[in-house]
């Protein structure tokens, strides 16, 4: 099953609008400037609390009816998914272990068997729900925020 | 830290906890930010019971939460001509750290002994999981963080339906 792709990128682009907010709250840099309906990919640079710089990108294929898939790059985008772009204290597959990040499922090589795509904007254990693109930011600035170096 | 015999312990229904998460969740949705819910309800010589929630008008726009002494009158005033009482707070940190900080334990609303103050880590985003939480009784004067968590708050039900069929609720 899939989502026509005009579908998705009305839905990132009204996400993103209100994302913005927390991304600048945050300090976070928000790069779309590649975002189309044919790639509705972006990426967002975190710091952690030393400063270090992490870049993540989102990529939003046949959202929201999916999670995007989300993956650690490096500035120029030439290397991703190494342990070297990650931070501490993330799964060390390595992965962003959330149901909001398709690449935790199994059925995409992840760690969880016990979750389904289609079940990605229900709560983690009694939390609340982390389903749209503001939250999942709010996710990720926490967790990198408090690493303090790179997973290698 | 044991429990002096004129502290009460706190119980908090579960629906109430997981209530108090997600408004500590929702104070870090437009950035992030800690939170503040302010916990009323009834006391008794050994026991108080939360009953009631209420988030004070609080200034977060430095990503941490401060309340002023007229929001914290505000909060007071909704349970004047109640029988309830302040019995403590929770509030939110960005990470997993659920000590008090110097400033919670100066800034924090409730300072009177008794008083139950909880941080709840990672803005309350995955639930009020009591295990995971900075359990602080004001005693003596100041802020200690317990350590035998059941002599100062303990988790009761909310509801629980027993039938072994459950026909769905009505909308």
């Known amino acids: ?152 | 830290m044991s429990a002096r015999k004129a502290l009460p312990v706190v119980y908090l229904p579960e629906a109430l906890a997981g209530e108090t998460a997600a408004l500590l969740a929702s104070f870090a949705q437009r950035g992030p930010s800690e939170g503040v819910v302010y916990w009323f309800g009834l006391e008794f010589a050994e026991r108080a019971v939360v009953t009631t929630l209420i988030v004070p008008a609080a200034d977060t726009s430095e990503g941490r939460v401060s309340t002023s002494a007229e929001s914290n009158a505000e909060a007071i005033v909704e349970i004047v001509g109640t029988p309830l009482v302040y019995l403590g707070q929770a509030h939110s940190h960005p990470g997993w750290r659920v000590d008090h900080s110097l400033v919670d334990d100066r800034e924090t609303f409730a300072r009177f002994d008794g008083a139950i103050s909880v941080v709840v880590p990672w803005f309350g985003r995955y639930g009020f999981v009591l295990q995971d939480c900075g359990v602080h009784r004001h005693v003596a004067g100041q802020y200690r963080r317990v350590e035998r968590v059941a002599e100062h708050l303990r988790m009761i039900p909310s509801l629980r339906d027993l039938r072994p069929v459950r026909l769905p609720t009505q909308p």
């Open chain 1, 1 to 152: 099953m899939s989502i026509a792709p005009g579908v998705t990128i009305e839905v990132v682009q009204r996400e993103l609008a209100v994302a913005a907010d927390f991304a600048a709250a945050a300090g976070l840099l928000v790069d779309v400037g590649q975002v189309s309906s044919q790639k509705p990919s972006f990426t967002v640079t975190f710091q952690n609390g030393k400063g270090d710089c992490f870049h993540v990108e989102f990529d939003c294929q046949d959202y929201p009816l999916y999670p995007p898939t989300i993956e650690f790059v490096s500035g120029d985008r030439s290397e991703r998914g190494t342990a070297r772009l990650y931070p501490s204290g993330l799964h060390p597959m390595p992965c962003v272990c959330m149901r909001y990040n398709r690449k935790a499922y199994q059925e995409r090589g992840g760690p969880h068997g016990d979750w389904r795509l289609v079940d990605w904007r229900l709560p983690t254990a009694q939390g609340v729900a982390i389903d749209t693109l503001a939250m999942m930011f709010s996710d990720l600035e926490s967790k990198i925020r408090q690493s303090t170096g790179r997973m290698a």
